[in-house]
T-cell receptor
Framework: DAEITQSPRHKITETGRQVTLACHQT?????MFWYRQDLGHGLRLIHYSYGVQDTNKGEVSDGYSVSRSNTEDLPLTLESAASSQTSVYFCASSESGTGYYNEQFFGPGTRLTVL | DAKTTQPPSMDCAEGRAANLPCNHSTISGNEYVYWYRQIHSQGPQYIIHGLKNNETNEMASLIITEDRKSSTLILPHATLRDTAVYYC???????????????FGTGTRLTIIP
């Protein structure tokens, strides 16, 4: 069965370290998204991609970067981790280009703690 | 995409119908109403979507008013497993062709009471 996975599921790191969160999907979806979720804020979009070599900034992109070298993966990098980036991170993917149907499939999440 | 307004929380007795309202008074003619839910600590899950007609699937029903300014998600026989945060989202559909990002608000926290 197709799926979307995230790793690690839990990560503790120190301020200033570079951290990369992995997202892998086997749906063969062109669209991939990274969200963060904090209490009281719902899900906020960090970065997204509509295909290989395409990346776009979301509403809370500062301090994060992504790259898309293949269809299956969209790793999220925190260049210099800050305590404000302690959060739960969700990756999602969706089919593109239908114009009327937009179901995003979410991964299980990564809980990141920055000390 | 139009903004949505939902109550922050609701309770519903187990076995009863849960009716979750959503206001989207600025919705335009080609924008869809989508509903997702997020069960504690899991990723959100798609429930249903509609344009102007009422929709039903195995999970829920979606009732959209004739003027499309509001909608109601109905869980017909709520169980404890329906306890979750429910998100109402408006998405531009064909006018957003190739632009499939969604904006999640803070949703409604639905608690099913035994």
């Amino acid at each position: 069965d197709a799926e979307i996975t995230q790793s690690p599921r839990h990560k503790i790191t120190e301020t200033g370290r570079q951290v990369t969160l992995a997202c892998h999907q086997t749906w063969n979806h062109n669209n991939m998204f990274w969200y963060r979720q904090d209490l009281g804020h719902g899900l906020r979009l960090i970065h997204y991609s509509y295909g290989v070599q395409d990346t776009n900034k979301g509403e809370v992109s500062d301090g994060y970067s992504v790259s898309r070298s293949n269809t299956e993966d969209l790793p999220l990098t925190l260049e210099s981790a800050a305590s404000s980036q302690t959060s739960v991170y969700f990756c999602a993917s969706s089919e593109s280009g239908t114009g009327y149907y937009n179901e995003q499939f979410f991964g299980p999440g990564t809980r990141l703690t920055v000390l | 995409d139009a903004k949505t307004t939902q109550p922050p929380s609701m309770d519903c007795a187990e076995g009863r119908a849960a009716n979750l309202p959503c206001n989207h008074s600025t919705i335009s003619g080609n924008e869809y109403v989508y509903w997702y839910r997020q069960i504690h600590s899991q990723g959100p899950q798609y429930i249903i979507h509609g344009l102007k007609n009422n929709e039903t699937n195995e999970m829920a029903s979606l009732i959209i008013t004739e003027d499309r300014k509001s909608s109601t998600l109905i869980l017909p026989h709520a169980t404890l497993r329906d306890t979750a945060v429910y998100y109402c989202i408006v998405w531009g559909g064909i006018s957003n062709f190739g632009n499939e990002k969604l904006t999640f608000g803070t949703g409604t926290r639905l608690t099913i009471i035994p």
